[in-house]
């Protein structure tokens, strides 16, 4: 939806209003929209820069870039939460092992049941 929005305003700054205006009215338009695409707090502003530089370039007013790469976007982002909890070799297999000093058998241990 922000990318739509982003174009809706490029498209009403056609010509040469978007030459004295375009920067205005995109910069506003990408501080406001910045926490939805995901740009944190101090980075706003490179969201709004790069708004006001779409809004201002005659080239982008018919083409629906900022629609198009906000539907694309995601499906490059690589979330953290997606990660196997696998090592990279394979699946981690954890053994416990146990030396008796008193003489006594491991496997003995398994035929009474566990140890205490």
């Given at each position: 939806m922000a990318g739509a929005i982003l174009d809706m305003l490029d498209l009403l700054t056609f010509g040469p209003i978007g030459l004295w205006l375009g920067m205005a009215i995109g910069g506003l338009a990408g501080w406001w929209l910045a926490p939805t695409?995901?740009?944190?707090?101090?980075?706003?502003?490179?969201?709004?820069?790069?708004?006001?530089?779409?809004?201002?370039?005659?080239?982008t007013?018919?083409?629906?870039?900022?629609?198009?790469?906000?539907?694309?976007?995601?499906?490059?982002?690589?979330?953290?939460?997606?990660?196997?909890?696998?090592?990279?070799?394979?699946q981690?297999?954890?053994?416990?092992?146990?030396?008796?000093?008193?003489?006594d058998k491991a496997h003995d241990e398994d035929r009474d049941g566990p140890p205490r």
């Open positions: 695409l995901g740009f944190r707090a101090e980075r706003r502003w490179l969201c709004a820069l790069l708004a006001g530089v779409y809004c201002t370039l005659p080239v007013s018919f083409i629906p870039a900022a629609t198009l790469l906000t539907i694309v976007a995601p499906l490059f982002r690589r979330d953290d939460d997606d990660t196997p909890d696998e090592e990279p070799g394979g981690v297999i954890e053994v416990d092992f146990r030396v008796h000093k008193d003489g």
